[in-house]
């Protein structure tokens, strides 16, 4: 049962416009929600976090919103460089002290110049 | 600062081998975990560390083995190595929520 889910496998999208990211998960008790971008050949990287009280983080071109009543949540790029393409992954945690990450199967982001 | 560093980089295992893979960080976190990453299927929980001496099973903990006696420390044991194992292993820690967890480069196995 995949608890968070990324429905697009890949997105591309022209150098200089928005790029978004869609991520949906099913289990209400998730309440802080990351984003990790991934280069090949390396580990992934930490981007962007929102908590549940939250419905908006922004953090210089990226920009995470969060929609709780949907369970929905997505990654804006704004404007998107070359250097963003990668596999972006959504990831969530419950407040259970252990900091386990569920993450999503990822989107390959690619940006054409 | 090194962060989080992973050995080996690469190896290949015949099956019904052992081996550990090892993971170290510098940074003093006290959360440790381990993830495997297969096409299609993310990053899925092998095992994970809240402290020195406590460890716990994530959604994938068959056929691995972890312990964790210092806070640097979270070695990965492969008691008996199948080809179902052939993946990419990823080592992580973190101080807590909001921080984000740091990543080491990866660990590729393949079992044949």
């Known amino acids: 049962d995949q608890q968070v889910k990324q429905n697009s496998p890949s997105l591309s999208v022209q150098e200089g416009r928005i790029s978004i990211l869609n991520c949906d998960y099913t289990n209400s008790m998730f309440d802080y929600f990351l984003w990790y971008k991934k280069y090949p050949a390396e580990g992934p990287t930490f981007l962007i976090s929102i908590s549940s009280i939250k419905d908006k983080n922004e953090d210089g071109r990226f920009t995470v919103f969060l929609n709780k009543s949907a369970k929905h949540l997505s990654l804006h790029i704004v404007p998107s460089q070359p250097g963003d393409s990668a596999v972006y992954f959504c990831a969530a945690t419950a407040n259970f002290g252990n900091e386990k990450l569920t993450f999503g199967t990822g989107t390959r982001l690619t940006i054409i110049p | 600062n090194a962060g989080v560093t992973q050995t080996p980089k690469f190896q290949v295992l015949k099956t019904g081998q052992s081996m550990t893979l090892q993971c170290a960080q510098d940074?003093?976190?006290?959360?440790m975990s381990w993830y495997r990453q297969d096409p299609g299927m993310g990053l899925r929980l092998i095992h994970y560390s809240v402290g020195a001496g406590i460890t716990d099973q994530g959604e994938v903990p068959n056929g691995y083995n972890v312990s964790r006696s210092t806070t640097e420390d979270f070695p990965l044991r492969l008691l008996s190595a199948a080809p179902s194992q052939t993946s990419v292993y990823f080592c992580?820690?973190?101080?807590?929520?909001?921080?984000?967890?740091?990543f080491g480069s990866g660990t590729r196995l393949t079992v044949v």
């Open positions: 992580a820690s973190t101080r807590g929520r909001g921080l984000g967890y740091t």
């Open positions: 940074m003093n976190h006290e959360y």
